[in-house]
């Protein structure tokens, strides 16, 4: 079946340390997406990629990196740079323009 | 700033009854607009999406767009409980990389 992947599906990252979330897509979209919802809020945007290593930043980066080495991954590693990494992580690709789907998510907490 | 706008919400309507859910988007470029249905603790699931002026159904589901008004609403006939969620909209302007979603309608369905 086709689809997104998100894993792992909860993480607890320490005091100091950089965790990185994974994101796979077997739907050979090209564009693909992180965003980050807080409880009862919105979907803010991370990062997003529309191609093989080249990603911009959205409105939310810092603290984050990501990379994209293959078209069917877009990991995000949430560093010890951001404060306050409590959240719902989503992943999302779609075809250039279209529609956009979403993994089931990663929830982030401190430990 | 291109934004999305809802109405928080929350929203509720009796069973059996039609709830019109509204969005309004600031960018006239904008060109596709999709509807996101999220249940409380999972990911955003896509509904419709709608490109042309007037009315999209799908089985109880009916986008309707007014470019000139710059508006879009999502309408469920014969509402049931199973649609109580938060309803998010979504546009794409072809000048832009990503979506811009709204923040979304909270949706209860009393039984």
């Known amino acids: 079946d086709g689809g997104i992947t998100q894993s792992p599906k909860y993480l607890f990252r320490k005091e100091g340390q950089n965790v990185t979330l994974s994101c796979e897509q077997n739907l050979n979209h090209d564009a693909m997406y992180w965003y980050r919802q807080d409880p009862g809020q919105g979907l803010r945007l991370i990062y997003y990629?529309?191609?093989?290593?080249?990603?911009q930043k959205g409105d939310i980066a810092e603290g984050y990196s990501v990379s994209r080495e293959k078209k069917e991954s877009f990991p995000l590693t949430v560093t010890s740079a951001q404060k306050n990494p409590t959240a719902f992580y989503l992943c999302?690709?779609?075809?250039?323009?279209?529609?956009?789907?979403f993994g089931d998510g990663t929830r982030l907490s401190i430990l | 700033q291109k934004e999305v706008e809802q109405n928080s919400g929350p929203l509720s309507v009796p069973e059996g009854a039609i709830a019109s859910l509204n969005c309004t988007y600031s960018?006239?470029?904008?060109?596709?607009f999709f509807w996101y249905r999220q249940y409380s603790g999972k990911s955003p699931e896509l509904i419709m999406f709608i490109y042309s002026n007037g009315d999209k159904e799908d089985g109880r589901f009916t986008a309707q767009l007014n470019k000139a008004s710059q508006y879009v609403s999502l309408l469920i006939r014969d509402s049931q409980p199973s649609d109580s969620a938060t309803y998010l909209c979504?546009?794409?302007?072809?000048?832009?990389?990503?979506?811009?979603f709204g923040s979304g309608t909270q949706l209860t369905v009393l039984p």
């Open positions: 960018d006239r470029g904008s060109q596709s």
């Open positions: 990629s529309q191609i093989v290593n080249d990603f």
């Open positions: 999302a690709s779609s075809p250039l323009g279209g529609p956009q789907h």
């Open positions: 979504a546009s794409w302007a072809g000048s832009a990389r990503q979506l811009t």
